[in-house]
């Protein structure tokens, strides 16, 4: 279902990547190699028509539904049951109308942004996520008191890109049009913030770049809620964290939901060998945040092993 991890080593470059990805002149001319794709673009033009008017409330119907789910006294079957749904019709829909969803580092994320065509339409609008759950926790308990990492995040950092641009500029008002440096500006200052960079819905000649919190957005809230296992949501990026023992000091500053949203951190061993590592490596989604917040310099990001 997911081509572009087959082919994910032969590129040198994720701006050549996503620019193969993004390529328009070929699909629009006709080009042979994308014909069976044209009906995917076209199911996922109309699927785009109906869902940009609607996402707001699409979003606030899964947090309700996720946040019944997380105080039911039968959560863990209720769980079990949610996710097994959820992952069947998620699945379906990347495969027949999107092309994949991934977390991408600050340096992948403005390779990709510089390899969109200028032709390109960008506009930027509310996160209906960040919109609805602005002045709350989260599903999660644990994380009570975060709200001032929460309110600190703009609302204004949903971006949509090609035909989906269109979409949600005439069909919410929230939206509106931006040029390329408009938008590397945006993409700086939320990362600064420590949002998590997704690549969304690349589909010939169109794609989102969604702009997560951890504790606003609801699809990195269900992939909490249930244990970081919702791959059809969100899926690891291609690099990965790795810790050098010798300059971690193990002041646990990474462990912080605002440094790594996905909770993959932990200290580990003893005495001089006292460091933080991550827990795995399914669970480190290599967004970056933490090797950039890193005082020490004692986190990299690498290649992961596939």
Same mark, same amino acid.
């Given at each position: 279902?997911?081509?572009?991890?087959?082919?994910?080593?032969?590129?040198?470059?994720?701006?050549?990547?996503?620019?193969?990805?993004?390529?328009?002149?070929?699909?629009?001319?006709?080009?042979?190699?994308?014909?069976?794709?044209?009906?995917?673009?076209?199911?996922?033009?109309?699927?785009?028509?109906?869902?940009?008017?609607?996402?707001?409330?699409?979003?606030?119907?899964?947090?309700?539904?996720?946040?019944?789910?997380?105080?039911?006294?039968?959560?863990?079957?209720?769980?079990?049951?949610?996710?097994?749904?959820?992952?069947?019709?998620?699945?379906?829909?990347?495969?027949?109308?999107?092309?994949?969803?991934?977390?991408?580092?600050?340096?992948?994320?403005?390779?990709?942004?510089?390899?969109?065509?200028?032709?390109?339409?960008?506009?930027?609008?509310?996160?209906?996520?960040?919109?609805?759950?602005?002045?709350?926790?989260?599903?999660?308990?644990?994380?009570?008191?975060?709200?001032?990492?929460?309110?600190?995040?703009?609302?204004?950092?949903?971006?949509?890109?090609?035909?989906?641009?269109?979409?949600?500029?005439?069909?919410?008002?929230?939206?509106?049009?931006?040029?390329?440096?408009?938008?590397?500006?945006?993409?700086?200052?939320?990362?600064?913030?420590?949002?998590?960079?997704?690549?969304?819905?690349?589909?010939?000649?169109?794609?989102?770049?969604?702009?997560?919190?951890?504790?606003?957005?609801?699809?990195?809230?269900?992939?909490?809620?249930?244990?970081?296992?919702?791959?059809?949501?969100?899926?690891?990026?291609?690099?990965?964290?790795?810790?050098?023992? @010798? !300059? &971690?000091? #193990? %002041? +646990?500053? =990474?462990?912080?939901?605002?440094?790594?949203?996905?909770?993959?951190?932990? /200290?580990?061993?003893?005495?001089?060998?006292?460091?933080?590592?991550?827990?795995?490596? @399914? !669970? &480190?989604? #290599? %967004? +970056?945040? =933490?090797?950039?917040?890193?005082?020490?310099?004692?986190?990299?990001?690498? /290649?992961?092993?596939?």
């Amino acid at each position: 279902m997911y081509e572009w991890l087959e082919k994910e080593e032969e590129r040198k470059v994720m701006g050549d990547w996503m620019q193969n990805l993004v390529q328009k002149k070929a699909w629009v001319r006709g080009d042979p190699s994308f014909r069976d794709k044209r009906q995917k673009i076209r199911t996922r033009d109309v699927f785009m028509r109906w869902y940009a008017p609607n996402e707001s409330n699409i979003m606030k119907i899964v947090y309700w539904l996720a946040k019944i789910l997380d105080t039911t006294t039968a959560r863990k079957k209720s769980s079990e049951t949610f996710q097994a749904a959820i992952t069947h019709l998620t699945g379906w829909m990347v495969e027949k109308i999107f092309s994949f969803n991934v977390v991408v580092t600050r340096q992948e994320l403005f390779e990709f942004i510089n390899s969109i065509p200028d032709d390109f339409g960008i506009t930027v609008g509310k996160c209906p996520c960040k919109a609805y759950t602005q002045e709350k926790e989260g599903l999660d308990g644990r994380h009570k008191g975060e709200t001032e990492f929460t309110c600190q995040l703009p609302v204004e950092t949903d971006v949509q890109i090609g035909r989906t641009a269109r979409h949600y500029v005439e069909k919410v008002p929230s939206f509106r049009n931006i040029d390329k440096q408009e938008l590397i500006k945006l993409e700086n200052k939320l990362l600064d913030l420590g949002v998590v960079p997704c690549i969304y819905n690349v589909c010939q000649g169109e794609t989102a770049i969604c702009n997560c919190s951890p504790v606003s957005c609801v699809p990195l809230l269900a992939n909490r809620l249930f244990g970081y296992n919702l791959s059809c949501l969100i899926r690891q990026g291609k690099y990965i964290a790795v810790t050098d023992k @010798e !300059r &971690c000091i #193990g %002041c +646990g500053e =990474c462990l912080s939901l605002a440094v790594c949203p996905f909770e993959a951190r932990e /200290l580990i061993g003893d005495g001089d060998d006292y460091h933080s590592d991550i827990i795995s490596s @399914e !669970r &480190c989604y #290599g %967004c +970056g945040n =933490c090797a950039e917040h890193c005082k020490q310099n004692a986190i990299e990001m690498v /290649l992961r092993d596939r």
